[in-house]
């Protein structure tokens, strides 16, 4: 295979060995071959076909998200930013939510939109939790990144007739059969030419989901030797409602039922025992976490919109719960959450020592790829995937570097991602997404808002119009039109 090495970088981000986690080198090269890496850091002295230049870049590795929906998340901007359920904890996921979703026509604009969101803000690789729609594996894979595919099904939905009492609708065979071609879209994920793509199972909520369902997924994820993903302790009512059924929080829960293990992952795990939302006796929790070797996915930013936070971050790196991160909502740019990882669990925890950098970017490196059970991605080392991205440390808003990392954390986000190569192909090139029509799909992902609004209010249980439900921030006024002047009349 032809071999691309990148001379002379200002700064490389190099795994290693010896202490296991990410160092600094300066002044050096990275080259892979085809799509493995053979040099990180000192100077590469083989024959090369294609040499780009490093100076004035950050070479880091390509970003690990292991939670997202972007098949429906980019389609509520300016709908669910401010929205959440007064009566309901804040939450919108069982009000609001279901009122606004792409009709099968806008669903793959949403995705392109999202997965170049992703791309731009450093990932090169993705967990997908969409429910199945066509066309979804052929969509992933010609986006360029490196695909968990994880479609998403479940026993029962959700559903309010007053805004105050979240309701259950069941139907275990459904979910079982829904369960059923989940696993076909697994199948056809691991045969992909690619060679990008592989799954996860996925049920989706754990209120949503009989017992069986998430014991057999469980057992299929083992058999499969995939991992295994649900949402748990993600808001105060479904605290309340495993509580309610079963005496027990959600994670004591899971764990009754034999499903936390290293391959488990908690899509965001906020409510814990020891949370003060949830005024529980016990506080073993997080204990169980650590012991089970479960690793939680945090998406701070669509909770942080609503007034919810994780307590916190760090007291869970500290505790040794294996943390990755995530982009739960739009826009999916996963530089941006991990800044809202830092700085909201400093200021849950009233301590700027809470949590360091160096942690966030653990989680969004190594802690993502342990939790897909992966040593060849997260990282910039000899054997491991060319899966890397290049930053202008140049940049006005990376300027002055003293730190790289962090000035690309907390000033400069994806403005300052200018390369990202996937699987040893370039994807990103002069901050702009190579492989797909970015520009496009936000056209049609508007058209695609403009045909669910008038839906909204047959959907909502008031039969509340868009408007009512939000708002637009400020009124909308029409301009009145100017009278005509009246051509002024001759002396003459």
């Known amino acids: 295979m032809p071999v691309t090495v990148i001379r002379n970088a200002d700064w490389i981000v190099a795994f290693d060995e010896a202490s296991g986690g990410h160092v600094y080198l300066r002044g050096g090269d990275v080259a892979f071959d085809g799509n493995k890496l053979i040099h990180v850091g000192g100077t590469y002295d083989g024959p090369a076909k294609t040499t780009i230049d490093g100076a004035g870049r950050m070479v880091m590795p390509g970003l690990v998200n292991i939670h997202s929906h972007p098949s429906s998340e980019a389609m509520t901007k300016g709908w669910n930013d401010e929205l959440g359920s007064p009566k309901l904890y804040g939450s919108s996921l069982y009000e609001f939510m279901p009122l606004f979703r792409c009709d099968a026509e806008g669903v793959p604009a949403c995705a392109t939109v999202s997965y170049s969101e992703l791309l731009l803000s450093g990932v090169t690789t993705l967990v997908d939790l969409s429910v199945a729609w066509d066309g979804w594996v052929d969509h992933f894979a010609r986006s360029g990144l490196r695909g968990v595919l994880a479609p998403m099904y479940r026993s029962a939905r959700w559903f309010t007739r007053n805004g105050h009492v979240v309701e259950y609708e069941w139907d275990a065979k459904a979910g079982e059969k829904a369960m059923a071609d989940a696993m076909a879209v697994l199948d056809a994920a691991a045969r992909h030419p690619s060679k990008r793509l592989s799954g996860m199972v996925a049920p989706s909520q754990i209120d949503t989901c009989t017992p069986e369902l998430i014991k057999d997924s469980f057992a299929e994820a083992k058999k499969r030797k995939l991992p295994f993903q649900i949402h748990a302790a993600q808001s105060v009512v479904e605290f309340h409602e495993i509580t309610r059924r079963h005496g027990k929080t959600p994670v004591e829960w899971l764990l009754s039922l034999g499903v936390l293990s290293p391959r488990s992952i908690i899509g965001h795990g906020i409510f814990l025992d020891s949370h003060t939302s949830a005024h529980w006796p016990a506080t ?15 998406c701070p930013v669509v909770f942080h919109r609503r007034g919810i936070a994780l307590q916190t971050f760090g007291r869970y790196v500290a505790a040794g719960v294996n943390m990755g991160v995530g982009t739960d909502t739009y826009p999916h740019n996963m530089l941006e959450e991990m800044r809202a990882v830092a700085i909201t669990s400093r200021i849950l925890a009233e ?23 992966r040593s060849d991605i997260g990282r910039l080392s000899v054997g491991a995937k060319a899966d890397i991205v290049l930053v202008d440390v140049t940049h006005p808003n990376m300027r002055p570097v003293r730190d790289p990392i962090r000035s690309l954390v907390y000033a400069a986000a994806d403005r300052a991602v200018k390369t990202v190569i996937v699987d040893g192909k370039t994807v990103v090139e002069g901050g702009k997404v190579l492989t797909m029509d970015h520009e496009k799909a936000c056209a049609d992902l508007e058209a695609a808002q403009r045909r669910a609004e008038p839906k909204v209010a047959g959907l909502d249980w008031a039969g509340r119009d ?20 009246k051509p002024a009349k001759s002396k003459a």
């Open 466 to 485: 868009h408007l009512t439900i939000s708002p637009l921030m400020l009124p909308m006024k029409t301009a009145k039109a100017k009278a005509a002047k």
């Open 351 to 373: 301590d700027v020592y809470d949590v360091r950098t160096a942690d966030v970017f653990n989680a969004a490196t190594l802690g993502g790829a342990n939790a897909l059970g």
């Open 284 to 298: 073993g929790d997080l204990d169980t976490l650590v012991e089970s070797g479960t690793t939680v996915a945090h």
